[in-house]
């Protein structure tokens, strides 16, 4: 078995690049090219080849501002002055879209084998760039397990993922109709609160044209901020000015209007090869009641009568109303870490007990 690694999405062929990464969301060649221009400076590739078949792959990033899941705010702003001084090497999807960058082949030789150089090359990049730790995540279970991970420290249940709906219908009305079935009440909420968001005088717009960015801002901001979340404007600028990167039709902007006024937005990303959406970029004014309810209806609509998805991914956010409607805890909620020097061996312990308080 060989294995190339090319610095830059630009430098990779197309073609090849989608073949290694079907059948993965959000890891294809136009989700790279849209992740570098995020970052801005290239990502690192790897195709392992068996004789001229590609029969696995990584994606690797160096990444200076990792958001830490800690609300101590003294562990997070060390740990962010840390990071920039010794960044994080990466295998993970672009940014937002928040699936795992590894790739491997069913065989389980060839498996071993490819995730071996998966973690020689990630080591490698790690070392060239001074980085703290090399870091895979968005796993399974079972890919957590496998012995070639070999000295990575394995952290279960560790990410707060989200949800996702695996999509079994052709209509909203059909969605509806099996809501009906396994849960009468919820079915009722969502026919009154979509008559009471309307004689509100709440409508939603769905298209590809980017909504006023200020407008976006200010929501965004509102969001975060009901959520003790910090908000950089800089970073959603760096989002959005990526998009152009991306596909055609791949970056679909949800909008909320009362009176006039924006009172609620979000970007659907649909990935059209794996036939998956996210909602990222979520904001919304609190002022306005059914706001959130009424999007979350018309993502559905949307995403089953016009994207024809086969799986709707969410975050948790209000997550007994979202498990009603069907949606379940994502379990891609695993990671693996290998510190790179022994002062990071040595900070892993006692960073662990403040994450996720």
């Not at 080849?49 to 705010?73: K, L, N, Q």
């Amino acid at each position: 078995m060989q294995a190339k690694v090319f610095e830059g999405i630009d430098n990779v062929d197309q073609n090849l690049w989608d073949r290694v990464t079907l059948g993965h969301p959000y890891a294809g060649w136009h989700w790279c090219r849209y992740g570098e221009a995020i970052l801005k400076h290239p990502g690192y590739f790897l195709i392992a080849f068996e004789g001229d078949e590609p029969v696995g792959g990584a994606i690797f990033w160096v990444i200076y501002d990792e958001p830490v899941p800690t609300t101590h705010r003294a562990v997070r702003w060390l740990t962010s002055r840390y990071l920039n001084w010794r960044p994080l090497t990466v295998c993970r999807t672009p940014r937002l879209t928040d699936h795992k960058g590894v790739f491997l082949p069913s065989d389980p030789v060839q498996r071993t084998q490819v995730l071996s150089e998966i973690r020689r090359v990630g080591m490698d990049i790690a070392h060239r760039h001074r980085s703290s730790f090399l870091l895979a995540d968005y796993l399974d279970e079972g890919e957590l397990d496998y012995d070639a991970w070999g000295d990575f420290l394995r952290l279960k249940d560790f990410l707060n993922v989200g949800t996702w709906m695996h999509v079994r219908w052709n209509t909203f009305e059909e969605f509806m109709a099996a809501l009906k079935t396994s849960d009468k009440k919820m079915h009722k909420n969502v026919r009154h609160n979509l008559r009471y968001a309307q004689e509100e005088g709440i409508t939603i717009a769905i298209g590809h044209q980017m909504p006023p960015l200020e407008d976006v801002c200010r929501l965004v901001a509102t969001k975060m901020k009901h959520y003790n979340i910090p908000f950089r404007r800089s970073e959603l600028m760096q989002i959005i000015d990526a998009l152009p990167m991306l596909a055609e039709n791949s970056a679909i902007w949800v909008t909320a209007h009362r009176n006039g006024e924006m009172v609620g937005c979000e970007l659907l990303l649909h990935d059209s090869i794996n036939h998956v959406c996210k909602p990222v970029l979520y904001g919304r004014s609190y002022d306005v009641e059914f706001v959130y309810f009424y999007m979350c209806y018309e993502d559905i609509r949307y995403a089953i009568e016009e994207l024809r998805v086969q799986t709707i991914i969410y975050d948790t956010e209000a997550y007994d109303f979202k498990r009603r409607m069907g949606f379940e805890i994502d379990s891609r909620n695993h990671l693996v870490l290998h510190p790179v020097s022994r002062i990071e061996r040595a900070l892993t312990g006692v960073l662990s007990r403040f994450m996720n308080d």
